[in-house]
């Protein structure tokens, strides 16, 4: 079982730039690939990026990309998601995820691949 913990969720008028955090408490994360989703009020959850154990192949939706950015950092102990240009239509809950999987794997944008789900932490743009 592996536990995720997002951070970096809050306020932010529109144009405005996030980073989401996400860590396995006492462990690292080198094991699994990793993603993000969001789901807004009334909607279904919906991928956002992701990125393969080696942290060399990214893979983003389409209203994300240019703006969003997934990274993780070496000792693979965190991923982060760096938001700038934000849209109202951002505003949803953030999901960190993450699935066992080859090293060199292509990112998934199902989350039906995913195993372990975060809390996740709220997004609110303001316009």
């Known amino acids: 079982q592996v536990q995720l913990v997002e951070s970096g969720g809050g306020l932010v008028q529109a144009g405005g730039s996030l980073r989401l955090s996400c860590a396995a408490p006492?462990?690292?994360?080198?094991?699994?690939?990793m993603g993000w989703f969001r789901q807004a009020p009334g909607k279904e959850r919906e991928f956002v990026a992701a990125i393969n154990r080696s942290g060399l192949s990214t893979r983003y939706a389409d209203f994300v990309r240019g703006r969003f950015t997934i990274v993780r950092d070496n000792a693979k102990t965190t991923v982060y998601l760096q938001m700038n240009s934000l849209r109202p239509e951002d505003t949803a809950v953030f999901y960190c995820a993450a699935r066992s999987a080859p090293y060199y794997n292509s990112p998934k944008d199902d989350p039906e691949d995913y195993d372990y789900w975060g809390q996740g932490t709220q997004v609110t743009v303001s316009s």
């Open positions: 006492g462990r690292t994360l080198s094991s699994y690939a």
